[in-house]
């Protein structure tokens, strides 16, 4: 165990490997000028006086595998100057990471392919991490890759549910979109449940509902001044529902 600087970026270390986080961290922590901190959790599930050993000799070995492992793979990833901490915790996956993000830049891990029902079964470390973490939590896809890496634009998207409560989301995304030189595309969608969607729709002018959205959000982006001064901006106000309009 090293002792991690405060604000450090902290990466969650699995028993798979975990590049595309450890590319993103690095990148984060570079451009920050702050840590680099791994933390392998090991999970205890058994209870009574006879598990003990068998977390001992076996869990707590292989996490520290996992843990060295992906400390080899950071410094090979990490520019020189930027400090590499690591660190092996016993507790729940979930509680432990969110007690540590009291003091951390971000929370930082790497999303498994795995199917809807295999997610049911083995639960989501990082829902857990977002729903509970006061800290930007990151979960960063296997096949990810950094921006430009296939000649693409760096995009920074910002998801807006209501336009009026949406200023301190968008001054976040401006910050990010800024520190990356990127573009900050601003979107907005609207569906109603199941069945009613069409119904509603066919007797709403779908163009007035995007163009008053669309208004409202530049009216809150231009009152945040400064923050996005110079930014590239881009507003998406469509039919659709949320999370796949995002993805």
């Known amino acids: 165990m090293t002792e991690r600087n405060p604000n450090a970026v902290v990466v969650a270390v699995g028993?798979?490997?975990?590049?595309?986080?450890?590319?993103?961290?690095?990148?984060?922590?570079?451009?920050?000028?702050?840590?680099?901190?791994?933390?392998?959790?090991?999970h205890l599930l058994a209870h009574g006086p006879e598990?003990?050993?068998?977390?001992?000799?076996?869990?707590?070995?292989v996490g520290?595998?996992?843990?060295n492992a992906a400390l080899e793979r950071a410094h090979d990833v990490v520019p020189?100057?930027?400090?590499?901490?690591?660190?092996?915790?016993?507790?729940?996956v979930v509680t432990t990471?969110?007690?540590?993000?009291?003091?951390?830049?971000?929370?930082?891990?790497?999303?498994?392919?795995?199917?809807?029902?295999?997610?049911?079964?083995?639960?989501?470390a990082s829902s857990g991490v977002a729903a509970h973490a006061r800290v930007p939590v990151v979960?960063?896809?296997?096949?990810?890759?950094?921006?430009?890496?296939h000649?693409?634009?760096?995009t920074v998207t910002v998801g807006v549910d209501i336009p009026q409560r949406a200023e301190p989301v968008l001054r976040a995304g401006a910050t990010e979109a800024r520190g990356r030189g990127a573009l900050l595309h601003v979107l907005h969608t609207w569906s109603f449940p199941g069945a009613y969607d069409d119904i509603i729709l066919a007797r709403t002018e779908s163009a007035d509902w995007a163009a008053r959205a669309t208004?409202?959000?530049?009216?809150?982006?231009?009152?945040?001044?400064?923050?996005?001064?110079?930014?590239?901006v881009r507003i998406d106000a469509r039919h659709a529902h949320p999370a796949d309009a995002l993805i």
């Open 64 to 67: 520290r595998q996992a843990l």
């Open 97 to 124: 990471l969110v007690d540590m993000a009291t003091d951390a830049r971000m929370i930082v891990l790497e999303r498994r392919d795995l199917s809807r029902a295999m997610r049911v079964v083995t639960r989501s």
């Open 80 to 92: 020189a100057g930027v400090l590499v901490t690591a660190e092996l915790r016993i507790g729940g």
């Open 15 to 42: 028993h798979d490997p975990i590049d595309a986080a450890l590319a993103f961290a690095a990148g984060e922590a570079t451009r920050a000028g702050c840590g680099l901190h791994l933390v392998h959790v090991v």
């Open 51 to 61: 598990t003990l050993l068998v977390v001992e000799t076996s869990l707590e070995r």
């Open 139 to 149: 979960s960063v896809p296997s096949h990810w890759s950094p921006p430009g890496a």
């Open 215 to 232: 208004s409202e959000i530049q009216t809150v982006i231009d009152a945040i001044g400064d923050d996005v001064a110079g930014i590239s």
């Open 151 to 154: 000649g693409d634009v760096p």
